[in-house]
């Protein structure tokens, strides 16, 4: 039955609508469950492109209700009778276990809620992790970003933790899972490498790894909210630099190139640039959930739910994009097997399911790096124009934020979450923010050092004096995405925290200062960051640098800054963050972050090609903070450098007391 208001029908009809209750309602329900995001109602054209004020109020006033629907994510830790009812699932269809990822059927790190399953059963809500229950025991598995945050959000009587790579799911598989056992998995949520590596473990435990035709934790979750329907919206040439015909183009010949007929491309950050749409799917990224298939000849199917696809998309798109319901994809793999395809498949990210029906279908498979990857990573001067108006855009109000918490710090009462919100406050007033590229981390002097902490009215801190304050924030805009942490003494800071803030910054300047030959991977350069902690006995468990996305994911590959080995060379064009830390459990954190650009570099006698790093970020650097005696003359320079640049490019940009401030905060030392 459906539960339309009847307000919205009768506006519906007198615009001469005449509106299917039932699907409308699922409509809604749909657009409920995505993000609200901070661009304002534009879903609001998936029901009426030509709305008015008055439906338009409607429709608000629905979607609100809708989404005070209660899913059960907010409870945590999770209630134990969720861990129980998943075990007596597990029981009725004879599974010893079930591995629980924190993933859907893509593999990104923002999943919309109906795929929040981890959260859901533990209450753990970081963006990466994986539980694994058995009929006696269970374990929750994260990464060192997650310690603190998994032992606040998780019963550790119910999910033991374990750290990655301390202890790995596979090793703990191998140890617990009984002889004989049927250790079942989600094949829509296992990739192709995870499969393996599971399916490996199984077997050194005499046991066997096997798919569902369903997710047990689907079956016992009663308010498991439909998929999002948010408007997949066109990305203009303007901001993107190549229009989607001539990607295809490329995206073909480089998939001829590796021995297939047609890509399966299951990355939505992959589909957005190849077809230049933007979505609202998931939190704070302008993603659109679907999968397409890539043809040699440049066509493209994308398997998508039409209703989040307005008439004006469908025109953007054009006749080379054919566009189906997400339920015919098997169907088209099916045909690609009787036509005798070689299909390639990013096996690190493509869904075990997708590899399975390719098999059955007895397609050629071709195990290959998705062919959009790395072209989108390598932005072009179009795309890096954008990105670095957005920059400048973003250090304005990240400037006129650190004045206002300069000032607004002294009475020892501000708060972590009214500091945060002021940030948003402050993007907001640009007019040019479409969301937060991330939820903000606002830590202060503890709660600094639990890596992704997220502020809750339950765990907030006042920024004391003589503490450190970490915030890290970034935001999309339509030409950029942006991601910047600063660390601010609170008062006076103790020599300790002086001495660790100053080596952070040296490993930051470090790597902002890097040249390297043509051909250098991330993993090269990372050490360049840690050095002036290592000599003091120090380090940090997080990536040096991730790659940032054009109007896309602030976390994104191939390329990264890490220890971890990876074969993906830095290239010109890429976005990559410099992120050193140090964090003191229970006492502060310290992180200094800029985005980074890569570009060919000029050295005279140089006898080969050579890179180095332009910083797009514009915000000061904490001087209070430094020890300005561990610093060297060049590690000066370039920091004085830096802050002239802040303050020549962002100070006409912001008010007469921030420009003031701004002059004192980046004098020269």
């Excluded at 480089?254 to 992959?270: E, R």
């Excluded at 992704?452 to 950029?480: I, K, M, N």
């Excluded at 610093?631 to 490019?649: A, C, F, I, Q, S």
Aim: proline residues 7%; hydrophobic residues 40%.
């Amino acid at each position: 039955m459906s539960s339309a208001p009847d307000d919205v029908l009768h506006l519906l009809r007198q615009r001469g609508r005449q509106p299917d209750p039932a699907a409308l309602d699922s409509l809604m329900r749909g657009v409920a469950a995505a993000p609200e995001g901070l661009a304002g109602p534009e879903w609001v054209e998936l029901i009426d492109a030509d709305a008015d004020a008055a439906l338009t109020e409607a429709l608000m006033a629905w979607r609100a209700e809708l989404a005070r629907a209660d899913d059960g994510l907010e409870d945590v830790p999770a209630p134990p009778s969720r861990l129980a009812a998943l075990r007596a699932e597990l029981k009725r269809r004879d599974l010893s276990g079930f591995v629980v990822p924190r993933a859907d059927e893509h593999q990104g790190e923002y999943v919309p809620r109906r795929s929040q399953r981890l959260a859901w059963l533990t209450g753990f809500s970081g963006s990466a992790g994986l539980a694994i229950v058995l009929a006696d025991r269970a374990a929750i598995f994260i990464d060192g970003r997650y310690t603190l945050a998994v032992r606040a959000q998780v019963d550790a009587d119910a999910f033991v933790p374990h750290q990655i790579p301390e202890q790995s799911p596979e090793a703990w598989i191998a140890e617990n899972l009984p002889k004989g056992g049927e250790l079942g998995f989600d094949p829509w949520l296992q990739t192709v490498d995870g499969h393996e590596r599971f399916a490996r473990a199984c077997q050194r435990a005499g046991a066997e790894f096997v798919p569902v035709d369903s997710n047990p934790v689907d079956a016992v979750w009663p308010d498991r909210p439909p998929a999002p329907l948010a408007p997949v919206l066109p990305q203009p040439d303007a901001f993107t630099g190549e229009n989607s015909a001539a990607k295809r183009t490329r995206i073909a010949a480089a998939v001829k190139a590796k021995g297939a007929d047609v890509a399966l491309i299951t990355a939505p950050d992959s589909i957005a640039w190849l077809l230049n749409v933007r979505g609202g799917d998931v939190p704070r990224t302008p993603f659109a959930l679907g999968f397409a298939l890539a043809h040699g000849d440049g066509h493209v199917d994308l398997y998508m739910d039409r209703r989040k696809v307005p008439a004006r998309t469908l025109g953007w798109l054009g006749n080379a994009v054919t566009l189906a319901p997400p339920d015919e994809l098997g169907l088209a793999l099916d045909m690609l097997g009787r036509l005798n395809k070689r299909v390639l498949i990013e096996t690190a990210t493509a869904p075990m399911w997708a590899a399975s029906r390719l098999q059955t279908a007895g397609v050629t498979v071709v195990r290959d790096a998705d062919p959009v990857a790395l072209p989108k990573a390598c932005k072009n001067a179009v795309e890096l124009d954008g990105i670095r108006r957005a920059h400048r855009r973003d250090g304005a109000a990240v400037s006129r934020f650190l004045a206002w918490l300069a000032r607004e710090s002294r009475s020892g009462r501000l708060r972590e979450i009214e500091a945060s919100d002021r940030l948003q406050a402050l993007r907001q007033e640009t007019g040019k923010l479409r969301d937060l590229s991330f939820d903000t981390i606002s830590g202060a002097g503890p709660n600094g050092a639990i890596v992704h902490y997220r502020a809750s009215a339950g765990s907030e801190r006042t920024l004391e004096p003589g503490s450190l304050y970490l915030v890290d924030s970034g935001g999309q805009y339509r030409d950029g995405t942006t991601d910047i942490t600063r660390t601010v003494a609170i008062g006076t800071p103790s020599p300790e925290m002086r001495d660790r803030f100053t080596r952070v910054l040296k490993g930051h300047i470090a790597l902002a200062m890097a040249r390297f030959p043509a051909g250098t991977t991330g993993s090269q350069v990372d050490a360049l960051a840690r050095y002036a902690l290592w000599q003091a006995g120090l380090d940090y468990d997080h990536g040096t640098g991730h790659g940032v996305g054009a109007y896309l994911a602030v976390h994104e590959g191939p390329q990264r800054i890490s220890k971890a080995a990876n074969t993906v060379a830095l290239q010109p064009g890429m976005i990559v963050s410099n992120e050193p830390g140090y964090y003191k459990a229970g006492a502060y954190g310290i992180r200094i972050e800029n985005l980074l650009a890569v570009r060919e570099a000029t050295i005279e006698g140089a006898d080969r090609a050579y890179l180095e790093f332009e910083t797009l970020t514009l915000a000061p650097i904490d001087l209070n903070a430094v020890e300005p005696g561990l610093l060297t003359d060049t590690e000066r320079g370039w920091l004085n450098d830096y802050h002239r640049r802040v303050r020549e490019t962002v100070g006409p940009k912001v008010d007469e007391a921030t420009r003031a401030w701004l002059a004192e905060a980046t004098r020269a030392i």
